[in-house]
């Protein structure tokens, strides 16, 4: 493929490059670690996946990581899965996420906003102060290193404090969002038995109040193990009998005692969407998370002190996780709890303006909502404070990129990033050095060497191929819950390039060193060799203004041939009639590949997704396929269950 974008859309000034965290931490890294002091990014990059150990010692020395006891060696085994960080090392991530209270304690930690779009501040004291207070009930509860504490919990500082308390005394921390049905919940917790459960009574939500009591009353009776229930009283509501209070555990004013745990002791537990079967409980570690954070947070996204991070997530997706990380550089993280788009299409821009954000990350759905609802940000809000506007959930496509830059400002830094829960970061995105052009994520990470192969493990440049990650990162799972035998992880990532991590994205690694993402290569269409990414229809055809959503499949035949219908969501008083049809096919067929235009263009009441808002391409391909809905997918991961009920019906038709 050639290169189509010869000029960036954004360059950052001399100015900038001198600030930023990252060049500052490569003249240090030159001077103390051998690393190149000319050759800007690119450098650097090679040096950090070239020279593995001594990049991430450096970065435990840049930031300053408190080793209780210290290491023997960075890295004692490289194999993937099973590579050995930092053995013999201890230490606490609660501990360094919350350091900046020893020097700002009545700077504000957390600026929590709901649907009011009123920032409240809890100060770096306080939040210190609660998390002592909760660290040590929890310790009277019996809780101990390894024990595994829950929360279903919106995006409120509750949630934060309960992680950061749990992760002061060893716990595991897992959390699901109270929009989750007790199914879901269920499918998670008890594969991990939690010995406490944070709960609220409900939560708010596009002007609403969703009363949560009964499912709460549920997973009490379907969670054996808990030996403690902790009611957050949201909506006001008495606790229910047996609950404990949040705010009896949480008055004390006590120093809090950090547990020093193993670099590799878990911190938390992630799972998969879980479209297909249970969800995969993904264990992280202490020591892996941290470093890794520190480095994409510190590094990448160039936070410290002085700036505040506001990322649109909720507590059932990682973004949450990495968005508490935000306290490990002294920022200021901002939670949000309410709906995207209430009381209108604008709401993120406007708590971006009142909470002060220096740092915005949202979704790339939410970027073209904000196109096709003609918002106009730079206008309407007082943006100024914003830095940088990142997007993750699915690939940006070029014309969100042209939107934000016309649309919010010029100079603004444009960082479209891209990885996974299975690692709770990046693989490739945002280098504040570096300049942005359209559609592309400007670079692999540092100490992550990111490949774009071919089928035979061939690296490849200008081409697409599959996403791999050939050295360990600190924050690749240590394991999976209920994976003895570690074949569930193995088969989930190392089973098609031994010894390589293959995360399931087609991907191009272009010559000049970004990164293009082309959707999930489980998913691929592939007609008559041509391999192309879902994304690709998807930023084509919903350029279209009649066309809300729309859900492309490809399905091998069992008669050696090909089907590929494209399903579309149409907008409110759009029809689908000829006229309609030809101007999909003509889009495809110009701005991607006379191939790829569908075999069929079926109107649909609307496209599936997972619980945390992505598109569910292999359980629909599965359904066409004949597959069972049971089968194909689990219904607990589903935004729409009903949804699903058209393709199964579409498929029974059409045998």
Known sequence: ???????????????????????????????????????????????SVDELDTFWRAVTEWFDVRFATPYARVLADRSMPGAQWFPGATLNYAEHALRAAATRPDEAALLYVDETHEPRPVTWSELRRQVGSL??????????????VSGYLPNIPQAVVALLATAAVGGVWTSCAPDFGARSVLDRFQQVEPVVLFTVDGYRYGGKEHDRRDIVAELRRELPTLRAVVHIPLLG??????????????????????????????????????????????????????VEHLKQLGLHCDLG?????????????????????????????????????????????RVAERTGATLYGTSAAYVMACRKADIHPGRDYDLSRVQCVATTGSPLPPDGFRWLHDEVRHDLWIASVSGGTDVCSCFAGAVPTLPVYIGELQAPGLGTDLQSWDPSGKPLTDEVGELVVTNPMPSMPIYFWNDPDGSRYHDSYFDTY???????????????????????????????????????????????????ESLVIGIEQPDGGYWMPLFVHLAPGAVLDEALLNRIKQTIREQLSPRHIPDEI?????IPHTLTGKRIEVPVKRLLQGTPLEKAVNPGSIDNLDLLHFYEDLARKRT
Not at 135 to 148: I, K, N, Q, T
Not at 501 to 507: A, C, P, S
Request: aromatic share 10%; hydrophobic share 40%; glycine share 12%.
């Open 1 to 47: 493929m050639s290169i189509v974008n010869p000029q960036p859309l954004w360059q950052p000034d001399p100015e900038r490059i001198a600030q930023a965290q990252i060049t500052k931490f490569q003249a240090w890294a030159a001077q103390h670690h051998g690393a190149p002091g000319e050759g800007g990014y690119t450098a650097l990059h090679r040096w």
């Open 602 to 606: 079926i109107e649909v009441p609307g």
């Open 498 to 548: 031994p010894g390589v991590w293959r995360h399931g994205d087609w991907i191009t690694v272009t010559s000049r060193g970004s990164v293009i993402i082309h959707g999930r290569s489980d998913s691929t269409l592939n007609r008559q060799g041509v391999r192309m990414g879902s994304a690709d229809i998807y930023e084509a055809v919903e350029r279209l203004p009649e066309i809300r």
């Open 237 to 290: 509501t008495e606790a229910p009998e047996g609950a404990l209070q949040w705010s009896a555990l949480t008055s004390a004013d006590t120093e809090p005692v950090f547990e020093q745990v193993p670099f590799d002791h878990p911190l938390w537990v992630l799972y998969s969407s879980g479209t297909t079967g249970l969800p995969k409980a993904i264990v992280q570690s202490q020591g892996g998370i941290l």
């Open 305 to 349: 002190p002085e700036d505040r991070f506001f990322w649109y997530t909720s507590t059932g997706w990682m973004m949450w996780n990495f968005l508490v990380s935000g306290l490990l550089t002294g920022t200021t993280i901002v939670l949000y709890d309410g709906s995207p788009g209430y009381p209108d299409t604008g709401a993120q821009w």
């Open 135 to 148: 660290a040590a009930e929890l310790r009277a509860l019996g809780v101990r290193p390894g024990d595994r």
